[in-house]
T-cell receptor
Framework: KQEVTQIPAALSVPEGENLVLNCSFT??????LQWFRQDPGKGLTSLLL?????REQTSGRLNASLDKSSGRSTLYIAASQPGDSATYLC????????????FGTGTRLKVLA | GAGVSQSPSNKVTEKGKDVELRCDPI?????LYWYRQSLGQGLEFLIY????????KSGLPSDRFSAERTGGSVSTLTIQRTQQEDSAVYLC???????????FGSGTRLTVV
């Protein structure tokens, strides 16, 4: 059974810092991995999607990497800003039964001005 | 439409009443998903639709929960005889194909009093 873990559960950093959020998964047979952002009381916003054949994806100040063999992904946020404060979730789809994402419990990020 | 639309955004109901939650996916998205997010918890898969059929209902917590999708578009999640433990944010997502990238709605916050 696929399990997705995110560490740390919460993180506070001063504005301007570069930071890394971690996601690990127990079954490396994934089809793709998606990173989401969730603001308090809101739905989820897709940030980056990495196919299993890819090593990384970039969007603006965000870079997500994938090491499928070790069951890990990282989300790198450069030059963090207070507006980056949110909960970040990663989710994977397995190659078997490829229709539903399995989510981690998220990292709650606070960027201090 | 431009995004996934959910209604109502907030619902307060008395214990024992029935509620209906609505999801209007992105036009042309054949796959539709319902998830539940309880306070401080991760996302819990409820049901998956491909077109109008539901190949996987395994996440529905009890027979008080049901869902349907009509015309390959709008979906309704119905909770009968609501209980306090049903209080959560109910999130709907759609995707163009079942294994590629979700777009989430902003959710319905259900409070059972």
């Amino acid at each position: 059974k696929q399990e997705v873990t995110q560490i740390p559960a919460a993180l506070s950093v001063p504005e301007g810092e570069n930071l890394v959020l971690n996601c690990s998964f127990t079954d490396s047979a994934i089809y793709n991995l998606q990173w989401f952002r969730q603001d308090p009381g809101k739905g989820l916003t897709s940030l980056l999607l990495i196919q299993s054949s890819q090593r990384e994806q970039t969007s603006g100040r965000l870079n997500a990497s994938l090491d499928k063999s070790s069951g890990r992904s990282t989300l790198y946020i450069a030059a963090s800003q207070p507006g980056d404060s949110a909960t970040y979730l990663c989710a994977v789809i397995n190659t078997s039964g490829t229709y539903k994402y399995i989510f981690g419990t998220g990292t709650r990020l606070k960027v201090l001005a | 439409g431009a995004g996934v639309s959910q209604s109502p955004s907030n619902k307060v109901t008395e214990k024992g009443k029935d509620v209906e939650l609505r999801c209007d996916p992105i036009s042309g998205h054949t796959a539709l998903y319902w998830y539940r997010q309880s306070l401080g918890q991760g996302l819990e898969f409820l049901i998956y639709f491909q077109g109008n059929s539901a190949p996987d209902k395994s996440g529905l917590p009890s027979d008080r929960f049901s869902a349907e999708r009509t015309g390959g578009s709008v979906s309704t999640l119905t909770i009968q005889r609501t209980q306090q433990e049903d209080s959560a944010v109910y999130l709907c997502a759609s995707s163009q194909v079942s294994n590629y990238g979700y777009t989430f709605g902003s959710g319905t916050r259900l409070t059972v009093v």
